[in-house]
């Protein structure tokens, strides 16, 4: 019954929110911890009581960290995910008119993720939404004061620091595919991130204990749970995304046999043609945009295949701005496929993602985010096997090379990347 209640009052809560200055009595200043909860709500009953609920960290709890500022009375949150700080500014505080409780909402708007609940004192209870995934939806809560992430108490561990040669779904050969886990310890706080062969996933925060390790990572877009025990050199462990795909993995450290352990991002998508590509996408605003055009004429292009719902694709649009703003001459167009088949709710979402991120070059609507339908669309190459995939075209409008995933900057590849491709750009250029 006050499982009920809550969706009920949660529902009301939101629908009507009335806007209110932001003030320290409604929210505090400071850090927070948040807990997703993985598992599926029925399976578990919950004490949604907002003043007596007290949860425990298991394999099925998701932990993440933030820290709410107030700016001249301006409120933001900042995600904390080991290096990275994730600004989030579109926050709606208000209050219910029927139950006069305090509401809240985070906007993921680069994401067309939300985050919605009410508050009380020091805790906030609600639901993480993916509104192109339909009512999909995951319960959260945060309690203040708190900065831990898994365990506020640590313990001498086994050191994981190191690159580890993963393989996940490694009883499942038709579906196993490899990463390089590349972590790095400090006392009992693990952080790091797994690179794989179509991008990585991101930071990842958390902690080892004895020899178990946990690790996970939030940003309005992944909800990525990761948890192993090493023993006899192996790590085996369960990796969540969601609250519903689990998969298994094991890891070894890396050695030199592994050395070709991940396939080269230049080698897995291949060009059709040695011949001139030829392609035609509206924009946003409905103008039809030609690789044709005589803006593209004798200039070096880069065919930027990404998807707003794509953390890695993210990456790549703040490295294609850098890009941009050091060689202004070089032409950018990005083509998006994107999780709804209503083609005005696609266009809606690129408005608002062109407008979040900033940038000013051409964003059109390919169609639908399924790898089969964009092969399908772009003739000129073999095959997608990642979102973002970046296609360098010379002047001449043949393909120079294609650059499957992105390894971004919580990866120890991102460095070098960034000033291979820079120079590449650059003898181009001239």
């Known amino acids: 019954m006050k499982n009920l209640i809550f969706l009920i009052l949660l529902s009301l809560c939101i629908s009507s929110c ?6 320290f009595t409604h929210l505090p200043p400071g850090k927070w911890r948040g807990i997703l909860k993985l598992t599926d709500p029925d399976a578990q ?14 394999y099925f709890e998701l932990p993440f960290n933030f820290e709410v500022t107030y ?29 006069a409780m305090d509401t809240i909402l985070f906007d993921f708007i680069s994401f067309d993720t939300r985050m919605e609940g009410f508050y009380e004192e020091n805790f906030i209870e609600g639901y993480w939404k993916v ?13 203040y ?20 040669a993963v393989t996940f779904d490694f009883d499942n050969p038709d579906s196993a595919y490899k990463a390089i886990g ?21 930071y990842l925060a958390g902690d080892a204990k004895g020899n178990k390790m946990k690790l996970s990572v939030f940003d309005g877009s992944h909800a990525f749970l990761f948890s192993g ?12 995304s969601g609250s519903h795909y ?23 998508t291949g060009a059709v043609t040695d011949q001139a590509v030829n392609f035609s996408f509206p924009d946003i605003d409905g103008n039809m945009i030609s690789i044709n055009d005589k803006r593209f004429d004798n200039k070096i292009a880069l065919i930027n295949i990404m998807g707003t719902w794509c953390p890695n694709c993210k990456d790549e649009i703040l490295f294609l701005k850098e890009i941009k703003e050091e060689y202004p001459q070089v032409e950018i167009i990005s083509i998006a496929f994107e999780r709804y088949r209503e083609k005005d709710k696609a266009i809606e979402i690129l408005k608002k993602y062109q407008n979040k991120m900033d940038f000013d070059w051409p964003i059109i609507l390919g169609g639908y985010a399924d790898k089969s339908e964009t092969s399908a669309l772009l003739p000129f190459i073999d095959k997608i096997y990642s979102y973002p995939t970046l296609i360098t075209l010379n002047k001449d409008k043949t393909i120079i090379e294609i650059h499957t995933g992105f390894n971004g900057p919580a990866t120890t590849k991102y460095k070098a990347f960034e000033t291979e491709f820079k120079n590449k750009i650059k003898s181009l250029i001239n």
């Open 229 to 240: 025990n090493f023993k006899n050199d192996t790590i085996v462990g369960e990796f969540r």
């Open 45 to 58: 009953k919950l004490n949604t009581s907002i003043n007596e609920t007290e949860k425990v960290i298991d």
């Open 145 to 164: 004061g708190e900065d831990y992430r898994f365990y506020k108490n640590p313990t001498d561990s086994y050191n994981f620091e190191g690159d580890w």
């Open 71 to 99: 700016d001249d009375e301006q409120m933001h949150i900042d995600l904390i995910n080991g290096d990275e700080k994730i600004r989030v500014e579109d926050i709606h505080l208000g209050r219910d008119k029927a139950t």
């Open 18 to 23: 009335i806007e209110t200055p932001n003030s």
């Open 246 to 268: 689990k998969t298994k993995w094991k890891a070894h450290r890396l050695n030199k046999d592994d050395e070709d352990f991940l396939k080269d991002p230049y080698d897995m």
């Open 182 to 202: 590349e972590f790095k310890q400090n006392g009992s706080t693990l952080n790091g991130t797994f690179r794989t062969e179509t991008g990585d996933y991101r």
């Open 131 to 143: 509104p192109y995934k339909g009512k999909y939806s995951i319960q959260f809560f945060a309690k």
